[in-house]
């Protein structure tokens, strides 16, 4: 059984930066393409960034481009959010998920989710 694992997450300050690894386990996360979402308790959940398998293709939610950058290593099979400049209105649970395979032999499509991790930015 696959499974996706979401970490650095924590309290900083209106202005700084945290670094989000997605690992997997039971799957190799190289061949899928990531997304990073965000949820308050409330609100719809909403696309944070997303990165196709090579790292070709980036896209960035409206309220994130510019601050965050989403990047992979494909050799440790670990996608990143990089997040700076954060601001309180980024306070949320971040959720990794997964999609794929692309660009191997596969008979079925899978998608995968993280638990979480929780960022709360201080004002």
């Known amino acids: 059984q696959g499974q996706l694992v979401e970490s650095g997450g924590g309290l900083v300050e209106t202005g700084g930066s945290l670094r989000l690894p997605c690992t997997s386990s039971?799957?190799?996360?190289?061949?899928?393409?990531a997304t990073w979402y965000r949820q308050t308790s409330g609100k719809e959940r909403e696309l944070v960034a997303e990165i196709n398998t090579p790292g070709l293709r980036i896209n960035y939610g409206a309220g994130v481009r510019g601050r965050f950058i989403i990047s992979r290593d494909n050799d440790k099979n670990i996608v990143y959010l990089k997040m700076t400049n954060l601001e309180p209105e980024d306070t949320a649970k971040y959720y990794c998920y997964a999609d794929g395979p692309f660009g191997v032999a596969a008979t079925r499509h899978f998608e995968f989710w993280g638990q979480g991790t929780q960022v709360t930015v201080s004002s």
């Open positions: 039971g799957f190799t996360l190289s061949n899928y393409a």
